[in-house]
């Protein structure tokens, strides 16, 4: 029986495994070669670090195959969404779509590996839950992918042109009547004002919260609201 050879696999091929980078740890990344002899699993190895320092020096994107989603949508939570929102709306809008939803169907993949017919298979899957939930998943993802675009991980989005459909049904809305908006205002006011300023002024619950004193003009009753000038004059 023929002695097996360095590096030779039960298949009767070789493997080398070489350092192909780091993680943002610092962590060596390394990449498994194959090939028919232990030289020319070598040889492929050093032809793809050849190419990778290649489109570096151009300025192509680079994919670094073992970064998995995962890594990157922590990443960009972190970096790009905390330090500039509200712990509020990080907390509800951002990382809890990241978590529930996008990770345990997406985190163990390579971004690279990621294709538009995975995105779209993912939201055909999604039916349960409201189009306004499912716009919140994709618009999370798609800034993901974006940022590992600017950042040379991946070339291209693959969030694009995904179709959406719910099998919620959509809640109507009604109207309160006048008599409904009286009883209301004469029950909130001098207890609950704000109540009453929602009632009086159609602002919704967080544009009534980010509202400054000096966004008010009393002397001309009307205020300020996002750029928008609200005019409450009757």
């Known amino acids: 029986m023929a002695r ?3 590096g030779q696999r039960p298949d009767g091929t070789f493997e080398y495994k070489a350092t192909v980078g780091k993680d943002f740890s610092g962590k060596r990344i390394q990449k498994s070669f194959y090939g028919s002899t232990l030289a020319e699993a070598k040889k492929k190895a050093e032809q793809y670090k050849l190419n990778k320092a290649i489109t570096a020096t151009l300025g192509a994107p680079v994919t670094p195959s073992d970064i998995t989603f995962e890594e990157w949508a922590k990443k960009w939570l972190t970096t790009y969404k905390k ?3 509200s712990t509020q709306t990080y907390e509800t809008t951002y990382r809890y779509i990241v978590e529930r939803f996008l ?3 997406f985190g163990s993949v390579n971004l690279s590996d990621i294709r538009s ?5 993912f939201f055909t899957n999604q ?3 409201s189009l306004s939930t499912q716009k919140k998943m994709l618009n999370s993802m798609h800034a993901i992918f974006d940022t590992a675009i600017d950042n040379d991980l991946i070339y291209k989005n693959p969030c694009k042109n995904i179709k959406l459909s719910s ?5 109507k809305k009604k109207a309160l009547t006048d008599a409904q908006i009286n009883e209301v205002k004469r029950a909130s006011t001098g207890n609950f004002d704000a109540v009453a300023f929602l009632l009086c002024t159609g602002l919704r619950r967080g544009e009534l919260l980010g509202l400054m004193w000096s966004d008010i003009d009393f002397e001309k009753k009307h205020f300020y609201c996002e750029s928008v000038l609200f005019d409450r004059t009757g």
């Open 4 to 6: 097996k050879k360095k």
């Open 83 to 85: 330090p500039f929102v």
């Open 103 to 105: 990770l345990p169907f």
């Open 117 to 121: 017919i995975d995105v779209q298979n």
């Open 127 to 129: 039916t349960a839950f």
């Open 167 to 171: 099998a919620v049904p959509k809640a």
